[in-house]
């Protein structure tokens, strides 16, 4: 007995999503290799991590196992009965399967991306076989994406990009359907792939710009795998609104905010919306004995200023930052600048995150502990005794800033501490206070106290220098440790004012 026409097309639907939901990468790495790709995923689940992880093999199985997905998908809804319109639909129901497949999203890291090109190919190479649209609609995209990757080649030593030639190939499909004069249901299902595809590969897009997207044959390190080489992350942030348009992807956009086409209001409410992205991408690092590492920077355009007054906001995009560093296969991810101390200084996040995170701290410590003893020397070598000295630290709030309270503490005369809170350097003073009894330390917010200071360590994240001529005195010496520099030039003009930056 037939089923109703409405009954049939639903169904055809939904089992072609059920076909497409099939974790085929998944299931050819456990089979060859015994390797959850789910877990390796440097920038989404594509043929690069399935190469990577279960090797070429693996490879072949997951792109037959695809094409199988996509042409049963279409053979189903015909012995369904189904109209043009159902087939279109049982083609968008697979890809969406496919794409958002329950197999992905239950295990860390959260998310991964999978594009279903091959899976589309195969959907649409049955749909000509059944004489439903034209074999141009196979051909014209698999040749435009074949020039995209070989291109490159031909000119010179490597390949092009995969994600330029899929988005490039799938942008064809829907020209070819309307020249080829395929029916009204094709071509909408044909231009809602393409808008989906573009939209799913805009990152990559945007990372071809910024000249960081690997091309095809780039093996990118994977977790557990790579022996060789290791990647880490680092979130950072744009200090002003005009640091913003620094990555190449934006820099567009920086004549127009000069031209106040782009008010700083409109970019507040962006960067608010705006999810982490990766903005660059070092490599090789190689220590000393030869061990090779990569770093990728993870960037938001939350502003400072933001980062504080929206602490859940900031722990939220702190979270995702460090699922996406997990996607992209870095094992670590450190927190910059105003990030360090988001999230009960990283810790909420740590409780949500797919890999260890860091602040900074340990670092920070460490290089404190080499530089204060070199100051203080510096201070001899100038005819100041350390033991008779008054020390100032600017930003003593922060991170920085009270390791070098607690490092200085016991070898000057006296300490001031200075900050923009009141009540927190009351509580850093008195917790200084009780490790070293007999210190002699202050506490204040007046900038205009570092002018009884013989030395002043700076150590703010602050996007404008804090630190001008009538701060300081003749012959001070100042150690400058904030990033934008927290003195201001004109302090050279002070006479005997020496800056080590």
Known sequence: MSLPPFVSGILAVLLAAALGSIPTGYLAGRWLRGVDVRLLSPHNLGTGTVVAAAGIPALV?????????????????????????????????????????????????????IRGVVVAAGAVATLAALREISWAAVVVPVGVAAVALAGPRLGGPRWGYLSLANVLGTMSLP?????????????????AYALLTLWTHKEHL?????????????????????????????????MTVRDAWEARRFRWALPLYRRGLVPERAFRWLARITRPMKVDDWHPIVTADGRRARVYLIGTPLLPDQIRAEPALAVRRAIQAARLAANLGATVLGLGAYWSVVGNKGLDVQAQSPIAIT??????????????????????????????????????????GFGICRAVVEHVERLIMVGTDQERLDRSKDLLQRRS?????????????????????????????????????????IVDLGRPADVDGSVHVVPGVEVIP
Request: proline share 8%.
């Open 359 to 400: 602040n900074g701290g340990a670092y920070t410590a460490g290089t404190i502990k080499m530089a204060v003893p070199l100051v203080l020397e510096r201070l001899r070598s100038r005819g100041i005794e350390p033991a008779g000295a008054t020390t100032a630290v600017v930003g003593a709030n922060g991170v920085v």
């Open 206 to 238: 945007a990372r071809i710009t910024d000249g960081i997207e690997p091309r095809l044959g780039e093996r990118l390190p994977l977790p557990g795998l790579d022996g060789g080489e290791v990647a880490c992350a680092f979130l950072i942030h744009p």
């Open 61 to 113: 199985v997951a792109m037959v196992l695809d094409l199988a997905k996509g042409a049963l998908a279409i053979v189903v809804a015909r012995l369904l009965g189904a109209s043009t319109w159902v087939l279109a639909g049982a083609a968008s129901g697979l890809l969406v399967g496919h794409a958002y497949s329950p197999h992905w999203f239950f295990v860390p890291p959260a998310g991964v991306r």
């Open 437 to 477: 009894p007999g210190a002699v330390i202050e506490a204040t917010t007046r900038l205009e106290k570092l002018r009884e200071a013989d030395v002043i360590f700076t150590a703010t994240s602050e996007p404008k220098p804090v630190i001008f001529p009538q701060h300081v005195r003749e012959g001070c010496l």
């Open 175 to 191: 020209a070819v359907l309307v020249v080829t004069g395929a029916g009204t249901p094709y071509l909408v299902a044909g231009a």
